[in-house]
């Protein structure tokens, strides 16, 4: 429920240029953003009973300049974005705006002011609430707006309410993951997957001699093996997979917290044939910021990000645009390309976090000209073998 609500929270924030915060209790901001993302204002709830935590919620947004402020909870899945916003537009004329629960409580309140009042003395958790509220407002002179009235879900037996809403379910995101002898990385990566509902992971090895599989399963991924070869292996996973979206993701890079999420709202943005995540190295010097600083302005303007930040797409399009091609080097490269002609390659505002060993074994930029060598050669035709010949030299 609280991601249902977060779901139109957000589309309302969009839409309307809003504020959006989320008050948060029982554990710790960092975990709150692995599950719903980076994205939001997280703040911690105060101390007390209802009336008390959402009292002072108001006391902050007022002090922090706001000019109306509407409080909802995540128990009435009937709420949505458009009822929010009217809830703002009747606060021009009313300075209490109140959204009635059928049990005798409500689901939002809006204010155009701090006012203390309204939130003692009211017997919380009972049918008496909205009453009481509604009585408080009239001794002081506050004017009153009623929304329609909604169902919420406080009880095993209200239970029908939500699952109204709750019939589709999230899109299935499948990450896919190609191996070949990554088992000081593969633990990590599958970290960086875990906490999210609704996603499957699939490792596809290229025959490694080390400890990738056996890491890879007692993560509790699926593991499949195929021929090396990235791209090929990445095909691979992909006919296996269940997901109305794709991830790929390479055994060496850490998804940001909240991807799920980022890979949704961006999917269903119009226009949006594939997206990416930002490009971040895990070790730190100028040279390597300078590094990540060009790899993102050529995502963002070119919208030609690399395998290193996560390309993820619609699974229909993915078998529509053929898949990978089946080459030795710079299958990402032609991959985006090629996906160019659906719609725009976004970049999410938030980085996925490669390990920069090339870039040490190699030294900076000498990987670097490397790279646009490769980059060079191939639009001067050089084969895919004779890349990955003068890649390895």
């Known amino acids: ?106 689901y939002l309140i809006g204010l155009r002011g701090p006012s203390e009042e309204l939130f003692q003395a009211i017997p919380w958790g009972t049918g008496e609430v909205l009453a009481k509220t509604r009585e408080i407002a009239k001794n002081l002179g506050l004017r009153v707006f009623l929304l329609e009235p909604l169902e919420d879900v406080d009880r095993p037996e209200d239970l029908p309410v939500w699952e109204k809403f709750s019939s589709t379910p999230s899109p299935l995101i499948s990450i896919i993951i190609p191996t070949l002898n990554e088992e000081e990385n593969i633990e990590a990566c599958l970290a960086s997957t875990e906490g999210p509902s609704r996603v499957e992971r699939i490792v596809v090895d290229g025959k490694s001699g080390d400890r990738t599989v056996e890491i890879a399963r007692s993560c509790g991924a699926k593991v499949i093996s195929s021929p090396p070869g990235r791209g090929r292996q990445m095909n691979a996973g992909a006919r296996i997979a269940l997901g109305d979206f794709f991830l790929f993701l390479h055994a060496d890079t850490r998804l940001p917290p909240g991807y799920a999420e980022i890979v949704r709202a961006a999917l269903s943005l119009p226009g949006i044939a594939a997206g990416a995540f930002e490009f971040r190295l895990d070790a730190t010097s100028p040279s390597l910021r300078f590094i990540e600083r060009v790899a993102n302005w050529r995502s963002r303007r070119l919208q030609l990000p690399y395998g290193d930040q996560a390309i993820f797409l619609r699974s229909s399009l993915f078998h529509a645009a053929g898949g990978f091609p089946d080459t030795a080097i710079m299958e990402d490269y032609e991959f985006i390309m090629g996906l160019k002609k659906f719609g725009r390659i976004y970049t999410a505002p938030y980085p996925a976090t490669t390990s920069a060993r090339r870039w040490e074994k190699l030294g900076t930029w000498r990987a670097t000209l490397l790279n646009e060598a490769v980059v060079i050669a191939y639009y001067l035709g050089i084969s895919p073998s004779g890349l990955l010949r003068l890649a390895r030299r």
């Open 1 to 106: 429920m609280c991601e249902h609500t977060l779901a139109w929270a957000r589309g309302w924030k969009d839409r309307f240029s809003g504020s959006l915060q989320v008050q948060i209790t029982g554990n710790s901001k960092e975990s709150f953003q692995k599950w719903l993302g980076l994205g939001l204002s997280y703040l911690p709830q105060s101390e007390g009973d209802l009336g008390s935590r959402m009292q002072e919620a108001f006391r902050q947004a007022f002090q922090e300049g706001m000019e109306k402020v509407a409080v909802v909870g995540t128990d009435c899945p009937g709420l949505t974005e458009d009822l929010a916003q009217q809830a703002f537009v009747r606060l021009n004329q009313s300075q209490v705006v109140l959204g009635p629960a059928k049990d005798g409580g409500y």
